[in-house]
T-cell receptor
């Protein structure tokens, strides 16, 4: 079964540094998402992306964050100047359509640790 | 806005016990409902889904029925195994919410042998 893949599985970065998290969505999917899960807390929506632009973003997704689909397969989340509170598990997801009855498929996540 | 509320954990059961994890939701539209499972150190896996009222989603012995009248989607399993130990997330996706997935806080399940 096709999978969403994320790299790296674990990223350790100094506070203030830029970090790029990478995702390869399922190949025929058109809608892409990033979510965040701070340790022990709920999974929170960050941003959705379709047709090379952001469809929706949450309050968490401030100017420090950006997303990009640099080629036909990758979908990246960039955090420009990391803060301690950015430490979390970041999940990428994709779906074939935007209809609510189609579940999003999630990757295994990237654990981001900010020192 | 849309939201999901699920019972707090952790839930600790003995093997072969009956499991219920309660989930209720608030939505502006007519949402689709999901249960995701997260095994230790792994990502989120879709466990089951239901897209309209009275639908029953089922997978791996787990079941949940979409109850519009009570806005609930409780997860049940008749006989849990040690391998079911994980965190279970109730979630919804709704046109009114822009089709992002909104998750409950998660319920950690421990199953003892």
């Amino acid at each position: 079964e096709p999978e969403v893949t994320q790299t790296p599985s674990h990223q350790v970065t100094q506070m203030g540094q830029e970090v790029i998290l990478r995702c390869v969505p399922i190949s025929n999917h058109l809608y892409f998402y990033w979510y965040r899960q701070i340790l022990g807390q709920k999974v929170e929506f960050l941003v959705s992306f379709y047709n090379n632009e952001i469809s929706e973003k949450s309050e968490i997704f401030d100017d420090q964050f950006s997303v990009e689909r640099p080629d036909g397969s990758n979908f990246t989340l960039k955090i420009r100047s990391t803060k301690l509170e950015d430490s979390a598990m970041y999940f990428c997801a994709s779906s074939e359509t935007s209809r609510g009855n189609q579940p999003q498929h999630f990757g295994d996540g990237t654990r981001l640790s900010i020192l | 806005g849309d939201s999901v509320t699920q019972m707090e954990g952790p839930v600790t059961l003995s093997e072969e016990a009956f499991l219920t994890i309660n989930c209720t939701y608030t939505a502006t539209g007519y949402p689709s409902l999901f249960w995701y499972v997260q095994y230790p150190g792994e990502g989120l896996q879709l466990l089951l889904k239901a897209t309209k009222a009275d639908d029953k989603g089922s997978n791996k012995g787990f079941e949940a029925t979409y109850r519009k009248e009570t806005t609930s989607f409780h997860l049940e399993k008749g006989s849990v195994q040690v391998s079911d130990s994980a965190v279970y997330f109730c979630a919804l996706s709704d046109r009114g919410g822009g089709f992002k997935t909104i998750f409950g806080a998660g319920t950690r399940l421990f199953v003892k042998a």
